[in-house]
């Protein structure tokens, strides 16, 4: 085995990110609720006072999938409608050829339903946002290294569509502090971050 053939290290990556994301999951899971649940209100309460965000008029949201322990950061989706900023939520529209991701408007966060994937999507007929619509994007991450680039759980969803928004939007990644690492395996297609946000850091990379 050529260890410096392109082939043979895409696909030593791809097994370490595989790795990686067993791990990063049962160490989540390790941690008990509460605890998961005072550092996201930590996280929350960063990024209400973060300057990308106060300035932001519009910002892109997730909504989290509560069963695998994400960063829980509901409240910031209630903070951004009460301050009459645009919310976005993702969305994944199944199509002939695959899927078709992106962001969508919503104005009370009631709209959010489950659509089949796992994680709460605006309605089909919520108004798609274009490049220049989204200033802030808000990012999960299983892990997330000091480079800006998180691992997530395989899809591909937010390297896929980040850069349909970004430049101009940046994208933040919110993680709790043990998921940040000092490196990641990086692949081709993936996009990192420009800010990240922990319940005990924050930094611009």
Known sequence: MDLFDPDTLADLKYRAKKQLRMRMRGLRAAHPENVLAQASERIVAKLLLHPQFSTAVGVGLFWPMTERREVDVRPLAAAALAQQKRVYFPFLEPTASG??????????????????????????????????????????????????????????????????FCPPAKALVVAFDFQLLGELPVTNGDVAGQFIVTDRRTFEV
């Open 99 to 164: 899927f078709k991701t992106g962001f969508a408007r919503v104005g009370a966060l009631s709209e959010l339903a489950e659509r089949g994937q796992r994680f709460l999507e605006p309605p089909v007929e919520a108004p798609r946002a274009t490049r220049g619509e989204i200033e802030l994007l808000i990012v999960p991450a299983l892990a997330v290294s000091a480079d800006g680039h998180r691992l997530g759980y395989g899809s591909g969803f937010y390297d896929a569509t980040l850069p349909d």
